[in-house]
């Protein structure tokens, strides 16, 4: 069942009008030297006078032989044609001037004004017939009469209720947690406060690893960091190669230097060489200075250096 001086359309719009029933005090529609006092969905509160069943009177003229009923009161509401606004028609008023066997009605069509925030008030248009009238057809202003939708407006409490809720929720479970931290757990500054940490994901690159043949080269024919070598002559120190450990790219390019036990053994051999070299030529040497008779000076000498080059050549 509708309810009292409501209005809804298929389409879910819905007009109410209840709020413009007045309990202090009548709508007046002031015309020349006439009142027209009306009231919506309820009786006048004015005082009448000579008029039957004055609690259902809906609005009226006053008049010196007894005041005149414009309408009975009654609680529909109805849609104009014309304009697709609501109306409130009232009927079954005082006789007609002109007609006594016809009663008296009055139309009022609601316009939404959102620019008035008051109540407004009604305008007579028109009267039927000019002379003596006996219907009465007036407009009214207000921002009760814009549509509403009861759907939406549900809709939209209860989105409010929820949000309010999680707004609680969210200021006690922050507020618990940061006394908990600071009076419990003794945390100051921001730490007392129960921020949200995220994570940062670590990202470990790819590492390509090589394959590298007896030359310190990979698969693909170029030298690689780590696992290069270089190759020299023989030195006079004996050392033979110096490579870099094959872990030295994991290390930080610390390369550590060994000697194979191949190269310490050559190492050894050519020490003992030149041990062997050298008392050859002491010996060669003292046998040449016995050998030469009768010469000293440049024969000594001569003698001397063959023996120094002739040891040279049988190493």
């Known amino acids: 069942m509708a309810s009292p001086c409501t209005l ?3 389409d879910g719009t819905h007009y109410d009008l209840s709020p413009l029933g007045s309990a202090q005090s009548d709508y007046i ?12 969905c309820r009786g006048v509160v004015g005082e009448l006078h000579a008029v039957e069943d004055p609690d259902t009177v809906g609005g009226y003229v006053r008049k010196d032989q007894g005041d005149f009923v414009l ?9 104009s044609p014309m304009t697709n606004e609501p109306m409130y028609v009232i009927t079954d008023g005082s006789p007609c001037p002109l007609n006594p ?3 008296a009605s009055t ?5 939404c004004s959102p620019s008035d925030f008051n109540a407004g008030k009604p305008l007579l248009v028109a009267t039927l017939p000019p002379q003596d009238p006996c219907h009465f057809y007036f407009e009214w202003r207000s921002h009760v009469a814009c549509p509403t939708n009861p759907k939406s407006s549900l809709e939209s409490g209860h989105y409010i209720a929820f949000g309010a809720i999680l707004a609680i929720a969210i200021i006690t479970w ?6 908990y931290n600071r009076f419990y757990l003794g945390r100051r500054g921001s730490a007392q406060f129960p921020l949200f940490h995220i994570p940062r994901p670590k990202i470990s690159l790819p590492t390509f690893k090589s394959r590298s043949n007896g030359n310190g080269e990979g698969s693909s024919g170029g030298p690689k960091w780590g696992s290069w070598r270089r190759r020299s002559q023989r030195s006079g120190n004996g050392y033979t190669s110096i490579r870099a450990d094959e872990n030295d790219e994991e290390e930080g390019f610390a390369g550590r230097f060994s000697l ?4 310490l053994d050559a190492d050894a051999e050519d020490l003992t060489g030149v041990n062997e070299t050298n008392a050859w030529r002491n010996q060669a040497a003292t046998n040449g200075s016995a050998g030469v008779n009768g010469e000293a ?3 000594a000498g001569k003698g001397k250096n063959v023996g120094v080059h002739q040891g040279l050549v049988d190493i």
């Open 260 to 263: 194979d036990d191949d190269e």
């Open 8 to 10: 809804t359309l298929d």
């Open 101 to 103: 066997d016809a009663r």
């Open 107 to 111: 139309a009022i069509r609601f316009i």
């Open 29 to 40: 529609a002031q015309v020349g030297e006439t009142s027209y006092n009306l009231n919506i």
């Open 174 to 179: 922050f507020g618990g947690h940061t006394l």
């Open 71 to 79: 309408g009975r009161v009654h609680t529909n509401l109805t849609l």
């Open 297 to 299: 000076g440049a024969g």
